[in-house]
Each structure stands twice: as structure tokens, then as C-alpha cells.
């Protein structure tokens, strides 16, 4: 059995997400201040974390950057419906998904199931691969630049492996989405951009100073190769 930890105040939907959760066959466990999480979440391994943006003390947010440094378990964000500054900021954070309460616990279970999914269907890579100073290895998850390891979220991962098996070509937004996030892109939706600028930020830009991966406007992204 999965097993999930659910970080929200909201008793009464804990009570209701879990009960639903459980029905589909999850292990569940609640907590309801980002404190309680933080050690929660370290005291054993999980299957994912769905973590609630609006706690009371210590927000969402902090609780993710906590998190993150304890393990590699992926974290779905609970967010305001139509607060687009909350989904960003937590993608930014390295949140993996998100679902805009008020919750439906089924688009939940979803989401959640598309996550395993993900990680799951990831071919086993025994062999690392190299594109110029970039090295990546798909089965431990890690990515190198020179002797430098980068932290990347899982969302982040799958989409640079993507630009890297086609280094030079341009992969469009609509692959990245449906074969890097597990879903069809959406009119308005900025989760790419917003993890591309991430990748960006933490790879930094070829040896010779030129950007790594080149945006095609309107259609989508490529990663360079050093001449």
C-alpha cells in the first residue's frame, strides 16, 4: 500500500479525504500543523506528501523548504482555487503538483496515482548519460554539471531528461506536458515555464556562457549543445 501524509488543519477534511483515500486502497496518516509535518514527514519513509498552502503558524511554504531537505518523497501542494501566486510559488518551491481546493477527493486520488505512475513508468537506466558537461542517470534520479550534483524536484527531472534525449531538437510544450507532468497541457497553464525557469536557475548556462536550454516561443523548448 501507498502511504500518504496529509498536512492540513482542516479536520473535517482530513477526516473526508481520508476515509476516500483509504477506500482506494492508501495508507493514510493527518497531522494538522506544519510543525507536526515537518517531524512527521521525517520519522519515515512516505509515498507522497499533500501538504495544505494555508496552515495556521508556519504557512505551507516553509513546511515545503523543511521537507525538501529531509527526503525525496513527492509533495502535492493544496492551493486556493484560482490563486494562481500560490501554485507558482510552489512549484518554484518544488512542489510536484497541486489540486485547488475546495478538494475533490477522486481529482485528488488522480493526481496522486499520476504521480506514482510517473515515477513508475521511468525506464531503469543502468549506465549514466552524459550530453557535454551534463550527466544524468535515471535510475538514482541525479543529475551532475562538471562535479557538481544539482538538486532537481521529480517534476523538474522528467522534463529535463526529455530536452536531454533530444538535445538539439526542440521538444514542443505539449510533449513535456503530457510525457514530463502526465498530463494534457492547459490553455493558461504556466507550470512548464515556471519549472523551466527553476531548471534554468539551478543548471546555469553552458561552459562557454551561453544558455543551456532556448526557449521557441509559442511552440517550445531545446536544449543546446556546446559547438
Known sequence: MKKILLIDDDEALCELLTEYLVGEGFTVESVHTGPEGISRSAAEPWD??????MLPGMNGFDVLKQIQTQGSAPVLMLTARGDDTDTVLGLELGADDY???PCSPRVLVARLRNLFRRMQDEPAVLNPHQVGDLGYDRQNRRVTVGERDVALTGAEFNLLVLLLEHAGELVSKEVLAKQGLGRALQAYDRRIETHMAQIRKKLGPLPDGSPRIKTVR?????YLVSQ
Open 218 to 222: 509559442g511552440a517550445g523548448y531545446q
Open 48 to 53: 507522497a506528501i499533500v501538504l495544505d498552502v
Open 99 to 101: 489540486v485547488a481546493k
